[in-house]
């Protein structure tokens, strides 16, 4: 565990209580990880990106690893969050200045194909049909 | 494997091209499982949803399981996928007749919290840092 990194996870944000509640499940999955976990949302929910960003800024990290938890890529992951983060389009890696201080940004990607994805979506279907 | 269930899997759909990569990428894993396997998106791409299960229904199936590949309940999972597939809200199972034909239903539910997403989510985050 490194005080020094930070994680922030994003969501896509909805209406409904639900998206919330994974991402917020997803990033409690980390505390042994990571020291310094916070989450943001790019639509329709609080804290945005830019607040997760600015809460692991006040807990000292220089060094920030984002992961949107969204299935592919796609605008979201490859335009919006980018520009959120203050990373030009492709990038996966960068330096931001927040207020003067400079912080290493590492973008991870999302989900995408995984044999676990598929062996998620074989319970939920078995389950669905008993 | 029973030649007599289709399965659907349902994608959000994307203006990119990856979101259907990867519904399509899940939908191949299932061939040991499934003889009967089509895809179907509720936006931007095609086939559509009422397409998929048209296509099922041309091979013969009687009985059709949804499975909606989206990371969580929302509007789209609970009001949209159900209304484009003749459920009533909050239904997991239900009869539709399509044609004149009457076909059983089954609706699973999404990917939600699980502890391989966030395996996945760790070797993302571990990548990208690396």
């Known amino acids: 565990m ?5 994680l922030l996870i994003v969501g896509h944000g909805s209406s409904l209580k639900y998206n919330k509640e994974l ?4 990033a409690s999955e980390f505390s042994e990880e990571f020291e310094n ?3 943001g949302f790019l639509n329709l929910q609080e804290p945005k990106i830019k607040d997760g960003i600015d809460r692991l800024l006040e807990r000292g990290v220089s060094k920030i690893v ?3 938890l969204f299935l592919a890529r796609g605008v979201h992951t490859l335009k919006d969050i980018p ?3 203050g990373l030009n389009d492709g990038e996966s890696k960068g330096k931001i200045t927040v207020d003067g201080r400079e912080v290493d940004i590492f973008y991870a990607r999302p989900i995408e194909n995984d044999k ?4 998620i979506a074989l319970d ?6 008993s």
Do not use: T, Y
Not at 2 to 6: A, E, L, M
Not at 124 to 129: G, N, P, S, T, W
């Open 83 to 85: 520009r959120e983060l």
């Open 124 to 129: 939920r279907i078995k389950e669905a049909m």
């Open 37 to 39: 976990v916070e989450v």
């Open 116 to 119: 676990r994805l598929a062996e």
């Open 2 to 6: 490194n005080k020094d990194i930070g």
């Open 66 to 68: 984002v992961f949107p």
């Open 23 to 26: 991402v917020r499940s997803v």
